[in-house]
T-cell receptor, first 112, second 115 residues
Framework: GQNIDQPTEMTATEGAIVQINCTYQ??????LFWYQQHAGEAPTFLSYNVLDGLEEKGRFSSFLSRSKGYSYLLLKELQMKDSASYLC?????????????FGGGTRVLVKP | DTAVSQTPKYLVTQMGNDKSIKCEQN?????MYWYKQDSKKFLKIMFS???????INETVPNRFSPKSPDKAHLNLHINSLELGDSAVYFC??????????????FGPGTRLTVL
């Protein structure tokens, strides 16, 4: 099976930086995704890591260490619209095909 | 232009009824998925189809039956609805299996409430 852990909730101030950690245990690791989900809306894709290291995309960066089973999502220059849940999802190769398993999400509240 | 669409957006029904949710994607993707997101916000895979063929079937009661008439459509039929079926159901699609092309794009969700 797969275990994916991320904090339930984080609070940060507008303009600041927040780092959301995700740890996972899986066999057949085949990539890690981060999604953003605003309340009542669909998850939207933010980033993808399959090799170790940092992927930067504007204000958002994602890091992966496969040996440690660890990833983080870094949100810089926080804006009020960044208040949302952030879902870590691990893809594992199974005989039937790739399967994506989501963590419970981290709710980020950005305060003025 | 809607990429992944679902109907209906809201569905309120009585226990024991049978209902269907429809999903369509216009992205030209080969793979489609159904997920359930419960009140605790966990998003769990239910089914996955690749080119109309079922490839992932998680431990889901057989009251749930997916149907894919073509690779752009994946519908979900639920028989004998129970209170525990109340959740938000998301459809998703991806271009292919593996690599970056496996990035999944989600529909707006269908909020099902069983009374």
């Amino acid at each position: 099976g797969q275990n994916i852990d991320q904090p339930t909730e984080m609070t940060a101030t507008e303009g600041a930086i927040v780092q959301i950690n995700c740890t996972y245990q899986t066999s057949g690791f085949n990539g890690l995704f981060w999604y953003q989900q605003h309340a009542g809306e669909a998850p939207t894709f933010l980033s993808y890591n399959v090799l170790d290291g940092l992927e930067e995309k504007g204000r958002f960066s994602s890091f992966l260490s496969r040996s440690k089973g660890y990833s983080y999502l870094l949100l810089k220059e926080l804006q009020m619209k960044d208040s949302a849940s952030y879902l870590c999802a691990v893809r594992a190769f199974k005989a039937a095909g790739n399967k994506l398993t989501f963590g419970g999400g981290t709710r980020v509240l950005v305060k003025p | 232009d809607t990429a992944v669409s679902q109907t209906p957006k809201y569905l309120v029904t009585q226990m024991g009824n049978d209902k269907s949710i429809k999903c369509e994607q216009n992205l030209g993707h080969d793979t489609m998925y159904w997920y359930k997101q419960d009140s605790k916000k966990f998003l769990k895979i239910m089914f996955s189809y690749n080119n109309k063929e079922l490839i992932i079937n998680e431990t889901v009661p057989n009251r749930f039956s997916p149907k894919s008439p073509d690779k752009a459509h994946l519908n979900l039929h639920i028989n004998s609805l129970e209170l525990g079926d109340s959740a938000v159901y998301f459809c998703a699609s991806s271009q292919a299996q593996g690599g970056f092309t496996d990035t999944q794009y989600f529909g707006p969700g269908t909020r099902l409430t069983v009374l």
